[in-house]
């Protein structure tokens, strides 16, 4: 499974992204998120690490994904984008629609 | 519009299969081109990101919008190795499309829309890009460093 997901103490849930986000399982995804939803998680950092490449369903996937957060009043965060996944946020200017840290570390120190 | 598949060489490479068009396979063929192109010749880090990222979308519009999801209908992959050059080309069975009529993700009223980025990531991370005349066929050029 290319998803892992922990909660931390701090109510923030942080779900690790594997190999690659590609329009064979960004449903997966989409499904883990809306659960945590319904469970009343509202603050998230997507950890992509461990992540080789994304694409283009895999980016709708994220904008769908920060939408529903933030309607639902929650925050969503990526973290730990190579420089190749960097340049492709900022190619498709989707690095003007995301907060993105460095490191999931990062990312929860900003919650 | 001239055919745009690549010119024979001497000492290329080429190789030819075939997948049904489910998306589950989409990442399985990533791996495969990968492989075949990594027995011809070292592929870079950001190469590699790069062949990755165009082979899914060209993989994945082939069996979206070029079959329809139809598992009965084939999509054809098509490599060369040549140099310090890779040749991905993705053929569909489908009626084409007109590509130049894609608009621009990256406009601000597209910014949040969930699909429409495959074709500009394709034309922005391949070198080279060219279609066939019917518009279901595709030809990346792309660095192996």
């Known amino acids: ?111 | 519009m001239a055919h745009p598949r690549p010119e024979r060489h001497e000492g290329e490479r080429r190789t030819r299969f075939t997948v049904s068009s489910e998306v589950a396979r989409v990442g399985e063929v990533v791996e495969m081109v990968v492989a075949w192109c990594s027995e011809h010749g070292p592929l870079g880090k950001t190469a590699r990101f790069r062949l990755c990222t165009v082979v899914a979308e060209a993989v994945a519009n082939a069996i979206i919008y070029g079959n329809d999801h139809d598992p009965e209908r084939l999509v054809t992959i098509e490599l060369t190795c040549l140099g310090d050059r890779v040749v991905v080309g993705v053929l569909d069975e489908g009626q084409g499309y007109l590509p130049e009529q894609v608009p621009d993700p990256t406009l601000e009223e597209c910014l949040e829309n969930t699909c429409g980025r495959g074709l500009y990531m394709i034309r922005h991370l391949a070198d080279h890009v060219a279609f066939n005349a019917e518009g279901n066929a595709i030809w990346m050029t792309l660095p192996r460093c």
Do not use: W
């Open chain 1, 1 to 111: 499974m290319p998803f892992h997901a922990t909660r931390e103490a701090t109510g923030v849930t942080v779900i690790t992204v594997e190999g690659q986000l590609i329009v064979a399982n960004r449903q997966e995804l989409k499904e883990m998120i809306g659960t945590a939803l319904e469970r009343g998680d509202r603050k998230f950092v997507l950890d992509f690490g461990p992540t080789s490449y994304i694409d283009s369903s895999g980016l709708g996937a994220l904008v769908s994904i920060n939408k529903k957060v933030r309607e639902a009043g929650g925050e969503l965060r990526l973290a730990a984008l190579n420089d190749d996944l960097r340049s492709l946020f900022e190619l498709t200017k989707l690095d003007t629609l995301f907060s993105i840290s460095d490191s999931a570390a990062g990312a929860l120190a900003g919650f």
